[in-house]
């Protein structure tokens, strides 16, 4: 199949533009206390690194470490959330992301809900 036409044949989408635009990998976990995931597609494990700290393990690797990452964190509608990649050498490689989640002043903080998805090309 080169193309997906919707039942009238009115609408067409090229495989590529789905394969490009569908997520690779997603999670959903709670860190506070000791990270665990919730639900997932194409994750095998989750490291918890320490408070505001853990690392995501791919099933199926990307095709390089330049993918994007899509994510956001929070506790409820007063709080501010921020998540972001670690800033080490092994942050990102094409089986595992690590990312940190802070709050508003920037201290590393466990949040109820992490929700992160990977885009890109599998290997």
Avoid: P
Avoid at 61 to 72: D, P
């Amino acid at each position: 199949v080169n193309t997906l036409t919707d039942a009238s044949s009115n609408n067409s989408t090229a495989m590529s533009t789905i394969n490009q635009g569908t997520a690779k990998s997603w999670c959903r976990w709670e860190s506070i206390g000791t990270a665990s995931v919730e639900d997932s597609f194409n994750h095998s494990s989750m490291t918890d690194n320490g408070t505001g700290d853990q690392t995501i393990t791919i099933s199926s690797a990307m095709a390089n470490a330049t993918y994007v990452h899509a994510g956001m964190a929070g506790g409820g509608n007063t709080n501010l959330a921020a998540i972001c990649q670690a800033q080490d050498a092994t942050a990102v490689t094409t089986t595992a992301t690590r990312y940190q989640t802070v709050y508003g002043n920037g201290n590393l903080y466990d949040w109820s809900s992490i929700n992160t998805s990977l885009f890109g090309d599998l290997a």
